[in-house]
C-alpha cells in the first residue's frame, strides 16, 4: 500500500475535462431555467465565496500567519469597483464588450485598492504572530467597516445602492477558475516557495537566506488583491452594500469555510466555502435551528477530521496533472481518500469472500 | 476639568466589566493558549440565569450572583469538556475555529430556545441606585460597588492563582505544559478547573452588564467578549494585573474617544491597540517569550 | 426509506385535508422578515398582521379574483435582518411561485430584495422601510405601505418645535443603521429650517451600550428637547440613562417607540411623558380601526397591534385589494398598476399611492403614561 510510485510518468488529465465540462453542464441549466434563480444565485454566492476563501488560504494556509479580517479586503474592493462602475463607468456601459470591460477594470482597480490596504496590514505581521496578528488584523477589519460609515462618498450608514448587476455565471467561474491557475502557479514558484518556508519555520528560512519579510508581505497584498476582486464581484450581484454586510462575522465565516474544507489547499477552501454556503440554505425548512445544526457541523468537522473535511488534497489541475502517491494521500487525509478506501475495502472484501466460495 | 472626572467614572464603570471579563480570558488562554470567543457567550447564559433566578426567588443580588457564576462556570466545563479538549493537541488554529464554532453554536442555540429566544428581556434592578453629587459630580452606589467586587474579584483571583495548590498547577501548566506533567500534575483537571473560574468570572460580568445595562439579548456577549479580550491582549495576555488595567484602560478610553468624536469612537478602540501592539508585540505587561528554532 | 413513506403519507395527508377544507385554489403570498436574529420582534409582529388578514380573508370564504376564488397561503422566510441573506430569501420565494412579497421591515434589506423583485416581476410591498429610496432602488415593483422617512421626519420636527415650542433640539443617532442616520437627516434639516437649533451626536452600531459621553455632551449644551430614534431594541438604554444622569429634559421620537418591546425593557418612570409621532394609535375611534383592533386582540391574546402589525396588515390588505382590482393572478404588470393605482380605506385611513409609489399616511402623536402609549394629539401638515 505505501509504496510510491514515479510521479513523472502518470499524469491525471481528469480535471482538465471536468472543469470545461462542469462550466457547461451548470451554464445549460441556467441557461435553461432549469437551475432557478434562487439557486443561481447560490451558485454565484459560492463561487465568490471561495474566491475569498482561498486568499484567506494564501496568508493562513501558505504562508502561516493568522488573519482574521477577510472581510475587510473584501468591502474595499466591493465599495471601490462599486463606486467607480456606479458613478465613473455607467454611462459607457452601452454593450456587452464594454460593459464587461469596464467591469474587469472596476474589479481590478478595486483589487489594487484592496491589495495597498492588505500591505498596510501587514506590516504589522512583521513584528507580531499568531493569536496577536489574528486580533490585529480583526481590529483592521472592524476599522474600515467603521471608516465606511463616516464616509459620505460611499453612502455612510445606507451604503451603496443601484450598483450595476453585471456579475453572472460566466464572470464568477471564470475567475474562480483563474485565481485557482494564478495561485497555482505562485505556490509552485520561489515566491510561494519562501511563503511556505515562512509558514514552516521563519527564523529557518531566513538563515537559508529567504527574505521573509518581503514573503510576508507579499503574501498579505496578493491575498488581499484577490479578497477584492471577490469582493467587486460581490458587489455586482447584490447591487447593495452596505458597512455592516462587512463586518467581523463575514471575516469569521471565510475562516470557517477555510478551516473546515481544509486549510492549505487552495482546491478544499474552495470546496469548504461551496458546502458550507449550501448547507444553511438546504436547512432553511428547519427554521432558527438551521443556525444551530450550521455550527454544529463545524465543531465536529474539527473534532472527527480536525485536517479539514477535504484535508490538504488539490484537484489534479492544481498539482500539474502529477499524480499524488499513496503516500501523500495518506498524509493529505481527505474525506474523499476515507470514501475510496471505505469504497475499496467493501470491494477487496467482495472479491474475497467470491474467491472463497469459488474455492 | 468637572466633566473629565464625571467621564473618568463613568470609564472606570465600563473598564471594570471588561476587566471582569478579560481576566477570565487570560486565564483560560494563559493556560491552554485559546482565544476562547465563545467567552462572551458565557457571560450572556450568566446573565439569563440571573434573569430566571430573580424571576424565582426575587431581586436578591448574591443569588443571582452566585446563580449566574455557577452556572456560566459550568457551561465553561461542558463547553471545554465537549468541544476543546478533543481537539487539544490539534494545530493551534483549529482549535480557534472550534472556538468560533462554539460561540456561534451557543448563541445560536440561545436563539432558538423558548425560554431565551430572539427578543431582548429587561434585567431586574438588583441594586437599588442611588446617586451622591460630590462637587457638580455624580456618582452611583452601583459604580462604587462595581469597581470594588471587580477589585475584590481582582484580588481573590491573585491569591488562588499565588497562593494554592491547585494555583501553582496552573501555573506550571501555563509555563510548560509537558514538564508539569512529569512532575505530576493533573493537566486534564487543571485546565477543567480553569475554565471553571473563567467561566465563574464570565458569569459575575454577565450580572454587572445587566445592573449597568438593563436590557439583555443574545448578542451581548460576543462584542463585550471581543472588547475583553482586546483589553487582555492589551495588558500582555496571561497576565492577571495586566488584564485587570487593560480592560479598565480599554473602558476609559473608550468613553474619552466617544466624547471626542463619537462618530468614530469605536474605531479608535482598534486603533490603540494596533498601536500598542506594534510597540509592545506582547502588551503593556506581557513577556515576549524567544522563539525556538 | 421508512422516514421517506411517513413523509409522503404526511404530506398527502396534508393536501388531501386542505383539499377536503375547501375546493379553492391556493394563491400563495411571500413573507419576508428577521424570523431570527436582533430585529425578529418586528418580524414576529410582522407575521401576526399578516397572518390576521389571510385568515379573515380565508374565513371570509376566499379571494375573490376574476371569476375565480382563491384561498391564500403564506410562505414565510427568514432573512435575519441583513441584505445578503434578503436576496437568498426574496429569491427563493419567487421560485417558490408567489404573486406577492410583503416585507421586508428595514430600508437595507427591502433595498437588497426590491431589484430582484422588479426584475422578476414579482410585486414586493415593504412594511416599515421608511427611507425615501426604498421605491427608487427597488424598481417599479416595490411598494411600501408605510410613510417615508423624510415626512416621518419633518412630523417629528414639527411635533418638537409647533407643538411643543421647543427650540434647542439635541439628537442621538446609530450611524451604523440608515433608518436612524436618514430620519436624523431629515430631523435637523426641518428643525432648523423652522428656526430651531440643533446639536447631533452619533453612536456606533447597535451593539454600542453605553451612552454616558453623548448625553454628558448633551448635558453641557443644554437642549430644551432631545430626539431619539433608532431600532426599537436600541432606544431604552439611551432613555433610561439620560435620566439616570439626571436630565429631566423631554425626549421625542418617531414610529420606532411604538412597540410593545419599549414598554417591557424601560422602567415606566423613564418612559413617562416621551411623544412620539406614529401611524396608528389603538384607541382610535374610528370604526374601521376599532374592528381592526378587536380582531387583533382576539387572535394574538390581548396584543396591542403597532406599528409594524399594522403596516403588514396594511400591506397584506393592499395586495388582496389590488389583486382583485385587476382580476388576474397571472399578469404582472397589470398587477403592478392596479397596486399602484390602489385607492381603499384601511384601519389608519384613506390609503392612495403617490407617483413614486409612496402613500400619505397622517401621523397621530403618542405619549406613554403609566408604561403605556396612549393617545396624544392629531399632527398635520
Known amino acids: ?359 | 476639568m468637572n466633566n473629565i472626572i464625571q467621564l473618568l467614572i463613568y470609564g472606570l464603570q465600563l473598564g471594570s466589566v471588561y476587566a471582569l471579563v478579560s481576566l477570565g480570558y487570560t486565564m483560560v488562554y494563559g493556560i491552554v493558549r485559546l482565544i476562547n470567543s465563545a467567552h462572551g457567550d458565557y457571560l450572556m447564559l450568566g446573565a439569563y440565569t440571573a434573569f430566571y433566578v430573580s424571576l424565582l426567588n426575587g431581586n436578591n443580588l448574591i443569588l443571582c450572583l452566585l446563580g449566574a457564576m455557577i452556572a456560566s462556570g459550568l457551561i465553561a466545563m461542558l463547553s471545554d469538556q465537549l468541544a476543546f479538549k478533543p481537539v487539544r493537541e490539534q494545530p493551534k488554529f483549529s482549535s480557534l475555529v472550534t472556538a468560533l464554532g462554539v460561540s456561534l453554536f451557543i448563541q445560536n442555540l440561545s436563539r432558538a430556545l423558548p425560554f431565551i429566544g430572539p427578543i431582548p428581556k429587561p434585567f431586574p434592578t438588583l441594586i437599588t441606585k442611588k446617586l451622591y453629587n460630590i462637587l457638580d459630580i455624580t456618582v452611583s452606589s452601583t459604580q462604587i460597588l462595581m469597581i470594588i467586587i471587580a477589585l475584590i474579584l481582582l484580588f481573590l483571583l491573585t491569591y488562588i492563582v499565588n497562593n494554592t495548590k491547585i494555583g501553582r498547577a496552573m501555573r506550571a501548566v501555563s509555563l510548560d505544559r509537558d514538564a508539569s506533567a512529569l512532575m505530576g500534575v493533573d493537566i486534564n483537571k487543571t485546565i477543567t478547573i480553569t475554565f471553571f473560574i473563567g467561566g465563574f468570572l464570565a458569569g459575575a460580568g454577565g450580572v454587572f452588564y445587566g445592573i449597568m445595562y438593563p436590557t439583555i439579548d443574545v448578542s451581548i456577549g460576543s462584542l463585550l467578549g471581543n472588547k475583553a479580550f482586546i483589553a487582555a491582549v492589551i495588558g500582555g495576555i496571561g497576565n492577571l494585573n495586566g488584564a485587570m488595567i487593560g480592560g479598565i484602560l480599554m473602558g476609559v478610553i473608550e468613553i474619552f474617544a466617544t466624547s471626542i468624536n463619537a462618530d468614530i469612537g469605536f474605531g479608535v478602540f482598534y486603533l490603540i491597540l494596533i498601536i500598542i501592539l506594534i510597540f509592545k508585540p506582547a502588551g503593556l505587561f506581557g513577556k515576549l517569550t524567544n522563539e525556538k528554532v | ?381
Open chain 3, 1 to 381: 426509506m421508512k422516514k421517506y413513506m411517513f413523509l409522503a403519507l404526511v404530506l398527502i395527508m396534508a393536501f388531501a385535508s386542505v383539499m377536503a377544507v375547501s375546493a379553492n385554489e391556493t394563491l400563495k403570498i411571500g413573507l419576508c422578515q428577521p424570523i431570527t436574529g436582533s430585529m425578529a420582534m418586528s418580524g414576529l409582529y410582522s407575521t401576526h398582521g399578516v397572518q390576521l388578514a389571510i385568515d379573515q380573508i380565508n374565513e371570509a370564504g376566499g379571494l375573490q379574483v376574476g371569476d375565480k376564488t382563491y384561498d391564500l397561503e403564506l410562505l414565510i422566510e427568514d432573512n435575519e435582518g441583513k441584505p445578503d441573506i434578503t436576496i437568498n430569501a426574496v429569491s427563493k420565494l419567487i421560485s417558490d411561485g408567489v404573486v406577492a412579497i410583503v416585507g421586508t421591515n428595514s430600508s437595507s434589506t427591502s433595498m437588497a430584495g426590491g431589484p430582484i423583485a422588479t426584475s422578476e416581476k414579482v410585486v414586493m410591498v415593504s412594511t416599515t422601510g421608511t427611507n425615501p429610496d426604498v421605491t427608487q432602488v427597488g424598481g417599479e415593483y416595490m411598494f411600501r405601505s408605510c410613510w417615508i422617512d423624510s415626512y416621518q421626519g419633518y412630523l417629528a420636527a414639527k411635533l418638537a418645535y409647533e407643538t411643543l415650542g421647543k427650540r434647542r433640539a439635541a439628537i442621538l443617532y446609530n450611524n451604523a443603521d440608515d433608518y436612524s442616520t436618514g430620519i436624523m437627516d431629515f430631523f435637523v434639516k426641518s428643525f432648523e429650517e423652522m428656526g430651531g437649533e440643533t446639536f447631533v451626536q452619533a453612536y456606533a452600531g447597535a451593539e454600542i451600550k453605553d451612552f454616558k459621553a453623548q448625553i454628558t455632551a448633551f448635558k453641557d449644551w443644554e437642549p430644551d428637547v432631545i430626539f431619539i430614534e433608532a431600532q426599537a431594541a436600541e432606544l431604552p438604554l439611551p432613555t433610561q440613562q439620560i435620566r439616570e444622569l439626571g436630565m429631566d429634559t423631554q425626549i421625542v421620537g418617531a414610529a420606532s417607540w411604538d412597540n410593545e418591546l419599549l414598554t417591557q425593557l424601560t422602567p415606566k418612570e423613564d418612559l413617562e411623558g416621551i411623544i412620539y409621532v406614529t401611524t396608528f394609535c389603538a384607541d382610535s375611534d374610528e370604526p374601521k380601526a376599532k374592528e381592526f383592533v378587536e380582531a387583533y386582540k382576539a387572535k394574538w391574546d390581548g396584543e396591542l397591534p403597532m406599528n409594524q402589525a399594522t403596516m403588514s396588515y396594511n400591506a397584506m390588505r393592499i395586495i388582496a385589494q389590488a389583486l382583485q382590482d385587476c382580476g388576474k393572478v397571472d399578469d404582472p404588470e397589470a398587477f403592478r398598476d392596479a397596486m399602484a393605482a390602489v385607492n381603499m380605506e384601511l384601519p389608519n385611513g384613506h390609503f392612495e399611492y403617490d407617483e413614486n409609489r409612496d402613500p400619505q399616511i397622517s401621523g397621530v402623536l403618542m405619549t406613554f403614561r403609566d408604561g403605556v402609549g396612549v393617545y396624544y394629539g392629531e399632527i398635520g401638515n
Open chain 1, 1 to 359: 500500500m505505501m509504496k510510491i510510485k514515479n510521479n513523472d510518468t502518470n499524469k491525471t488529465y481528469l480535471s482538465y475535462i471536468v472543469v470545461p465540462v462542469l462550466f457547461f453542464v451548470l451554464y445549460y441549466l441556467i441557461q435553461t431555467k432549469t437551475i432557478n434563480m434562487y439557486w443561481r444565485n447560490i451558485i454565484l454566492i459560492c463561487g465568490i465565496n471561495g474566491v475569498v476563501a482561498m486568499s484567506l488560504n494564501l496568508i493562513n494556509g501558505i504562508t502561516g500567519q493568522s488573519c482574521l479580517g477577510q472581510a475587510g479586503f473584501m468591502s474595499v474592493g466591493a465599495y471601490v469597483s462599486a463606486m467607480l462602475t456606479k458613478n465613473v463607468f455607467k454611462p459607457y456601459m452601452t454593450d456587452t464588450f464594454q460593459t464587461y470591460a469596464l467591469f474587469v477594470a472596476a474589479l481590478i482597480i478595486g483589487g489594487l485598492a484592496a491589495g495597498l490596504i492588505g500591505f498596510l496590514i501587514g506590516l504589522p505581521s512583521l513584528r507580531l504572530r499568531g493569536d496577536y496578528l489574528a486580533i490585529i488584523t480583526l481590529g483592521f477589519g472592524e476599522m474600515i467597516r467603521v471608516m465606511w460609515r463616516v464616509v459620505p462618498a460611499a453612502g455612510r450608514a445606507k451604503g451603496i445602492n443601484s450598483i450595476p448587476k453585471v456579475t453572472n455565471f460566466v464572470s464568477v467561474y471564470i475567475i474562480v477558475f483563474l485565481v485557482m491557475l494564478i495561485f497555482r502557479n505562485f505556490t509552485k514558484s520561489s515566491y510561494g516557495r519562501s511563503c511556505i518556508a515562512v509558514r514552516e519555520n521563519e527564523l529557518a528560512g531566513e538563515t537559508m537566506g529567504i527574505n521573509t519579510t518581503a514573503a510576508k508581505i507579499r503574501a498579505f497584498v496578493f491575498a488581499a488583491i484577490v479578497a477584492g476582486i471577490g469582493g467587486g464581484l460581490y458587489s455586482h450581484l447584490m447591487t447593495f452594500i452596505n458597512p455592516d454586510t462587512f463586518n467581523s462575522a463575514k471575516s469569521t465565516d471565510y475562516v470557517l469555510y477555510l478551516y473546515t474544507g481544509g486549510v492549505g489547499s487552495f482546491s478544499s477552501a474552495l470546496l469548504g466555502a461551496i458546502i458550507f454556503t449550501i448547507i444553511p440554505e438546504i436547512l432553511r425548512f428547519m427554521g432558527e435551528w438551521r443556525l444551530v445544526v450550521y455550527p454544529l457541523v463545524l465543531i465536529l468537522t474539527m473534532i472527527y477530521r480536525p485536517k479539514g473535511l477535504f484535508g490538504k488534497h488539490e484537484f489534479g489541475f492544481m498539482r500539474f496533472g502529477e499524480k499524488e502517491n499513496e503516500y501523500e494521500k495518506e498524509e493529505n487525509a481527505g474525506i474523499l481518500m476515507l470514501i475510496s478506501k471505505a469504497v475499496k475495502s467493501l470491494l477487496n472484501g467482495k472479491k474475497e469472500k467470491t474467491r472463497k466460495e469459488a474455492q
